[in-house]
């Protein structure tokens, strides 16, 4: 059994150009992932595979059960009911698996994203699909549960795609990657490690051909100027217009010439180089490199004025019937802070309660965690309201978060980690003195989190980081408090 895209175009009824165009793939048993950068169309991909929209052209077969586990965990899965009430061996199995517990079923709209997204996995693998669709499933996720969620995945026994930007489980389930890039795509061998691999040599080669054959066209160039000027002035010496009437000796010479040929040599030696030139420049416009956006950036942010970003009481915070004890805090206008933990111990809880403690002398930016669709419609509105400079400065930034700013413009088709950059670039143009960020890699590809790496470690101001992502915390945090669970209550150690 296999699942065969062929041909795939397909453009959103506002979009300007084509999200997919000419995508070919062929799925088999087991996992494949799909890699590219946030907005080359992966997810679209993945709608057009499970029949939830249909392409402009081309074609997808055979007819096959699909499930489609989209990135947003806040609303809760349509079958979650079916599953809560389902108490066969397999759901039983499920629950053990992923570990969850049965009362969180029921209290959905309650639950940390992780704690969600383990719920919406659940009921994906429940259904029992054939084909089984995955984005970005370990989003929200800390060390232990992605270990929970691989070791879920990897009994799945259908045809199974993987979009994600976690490196280690699309080595450990995938046996071919789809990669994107330039809105192509190409089916390569092996988990992210290696397709990636292949991709960066194929583009080094393709980089070094094309320098190359701009080495040769412009060697060509030259050749050509110089061979025209030797036919014109080949051209000058045989003809007689100069001669005195009496000088039949020159008018001997260049009538042999005529007839021996050899005054049209430099003449003919032109022409060849500038067809040869001709080919050389149909060769260099045929020749394509990926591009790739630089993550320089230019200085965003400020100190604030004050010694005190925030100051906040010792205090016990509770969202149903969960509490979490947090000490006496203190955040001062350059700290670099860091919170870590495991899902469902109150991280988000915490950074709300410090943001509306904030002074409004400080200039904040936030991106959340999850962005809502009323966020997403304000955030485009926002961006087509801007004056062309300012609109033009955003899109820069957009640009060397890696991403291509022209996606922004086209209509309000934008993946999560598009408009999460989006937000992120509006706010920092203010340069605010306080950078909040809950789970900032959610959605985000490899690029684009090493682009966003480079700019918080370079912050001026104060941030509040919220990450499972330990690399991205080791490169900016210099403080770090992390939530524990100590005599059977929670705590925040600082």
């Known amino acids: 059994m296999q699942l065969r895209l ?15 165009k000419d995508i070919s793939a062929v799925f088999p048993l087991g996992w494949s992932g799909i890699i590219g950068d946030n907005g080359c169309g992966k997810t679209t991909l993945a709608r057009i595979a499970a ?16 499930v489609y586990c989209q990135q947003d965990s806040s609303g809760a899965p349509s079958d979650l009911c079916d599953f809560a009430s389902d108490w066969s ?18 209290r959905y ?3 940390s994203g992780g704690q969600r997204k383990r719920i919406q996995i659940a009921c994906a693998l429940a259904a029992r699909p054939d084909v089984l669709i995955m984005d970005e499933p370990t989003n929200d996720l800390d060390a232990e549960t992605k270990a929970l ?62 320098e190359e054959a701009k080495r040769e066209a412009r060697r060509l160039d030259a050749e050509a100027q110089r061979r025209s000027e030797e036919a014109s002035r080949q051209k000058k010496k045989r003809s007689r217009s100069g001669l005195d009437k009496k000088d039949s000796d020159g008018r001997e010479r260049i009538g042999r010439a005529i007839v021996t040929g050899k005054d049209g040599v430099a003449g ?15 060769q260099l416009a045929g020749m394509h490199a990926s591009k790739r956006y630089e993550h320089r950036f230019d200085d965003h942010g400020s100190v604030a004025q004050s010694s005190t970003i925030a100051h906040l009481p010792a205090a016990t915070l509770t969202v149903g019937d969960f509490a979490i004890h947090v000490p006496e805090l203190w955040i001062g206008p ?26 409004e002398t400080v200039s904040v930016a936030s991106v959340p965690q999850d962005v809502d669709r009323t966020e997403r419609v304000a955030a485009l509105r926002a961006l087509h309201a801007h004056d062309p400079e300012r609109k033009g400065r955003i899109l820069s930034l957009v640009a060397r978060l890696n991403s291509d700013p022209e996606r922004l413009l086209d209509g ?54 919220v990450s499972h992502d330990a690399a991205l915390v080791d490169a900016v945090a210099d403080i770090r408090w992390q939530t524990a669970h100590e005599e059977g209550t929670w705590h925040l150690r600082c």
């Open 6 to 20: 062929e041909h795939i175009t397909h453009t959103y009824p506002d979009g300007a150009t084509a999200a997919l």
């Open 51 to 66: 029949r939830m929209i249909a392409p402009d052209a081309g074609t997808i077969a055979p007819a096959l059960f699909s």
């Open 89 to 106: 061996q397999g759901a039983q199995q499920l629950r053990t698996l992923l570990q969850i517990q049965d009362e969180w079923l029921w």
């Open 109 to 111: 709209d309650t639950l």
């Open 149 to 210: 969620i691989e070791g879920a995945l990897a009994s799945f026994k259908g045809i199974g795609i993987l979009i994600s930007h976690d490196r280690a489980l699309l080595d450990a389930l995938a046996s071919q990657c789809l990669v994107f890039e330039d809105g192509r795509a190409h089916m390569r061998p092996g988990g992210y490690t290696k397709a990636s691999g292949q991709a960066a040599q194929e583009r080094a080669h393709a980089l070094k051909e094309r």
């Open 268 to 282: 003919k030696l032109s022409a060849t180089m500038v067809r040869r030139r001709a080919r050389a420049s149909e």
């Open 334 to 359: 350059t700290d670099h802070i860091a919170i870590s933990g495991r899902n469902g111990t109150g991280k988000s809880l915490i950074v709300r309660h410090i943001l509306s403690t904030v002074p």
């Open 412 to 465: 309000s088709d934008l993946s999560p980690g598009e408009l999460r950059k989006l937000m992120l670039a509006e706010q920092l143009l203010d340069d605010p003195s306080f950078l909040v960020l809950d789970e900032p890699t959610n959605h985000l590809d490899i690029g684009s989190i090493l682009a966003l790496q480079e700019l918080l470690a370079g912050f001026p101001g104060a941030i509040l980081l």
